[in-house]
């Protein structure tokens, strides 16, 4: 299982590419750096947050990933 990072930045952006992913019926996973710093009693600046989906997923992600650079 090889991952691919499709994005990085803020929570709340992350959250959204997620659920246009998830639409298209492939799996997301979500690394949070702000919330996992936070718990360790550290803080954490710029793009924290990071999403991946397996390689063999590029294809069927690549519209839901182009329509959110889009802004559509």
Do not use: P, T
């Amino acid at each position: 299982m090889a991952l691919v990072k499709v994005f990085s930045g803020s929570e709340i952006l992350a959250q959204s590419l997620k659920v246009r992913i998830e639409a298209a019926g492939v799996n997301v996973i979500v690394k949070n750096n702000i919330q996992s710093s936070n718990m360790a009693g550290f803080g954490s600046l710029g793009q924290a947050v990071e999403v991946f989906i397996e390689d063999k997923d590029k294809e069927k992600a690549a519209q839901a990933i182009e329509d959110f650079k889009m802004g559509n």
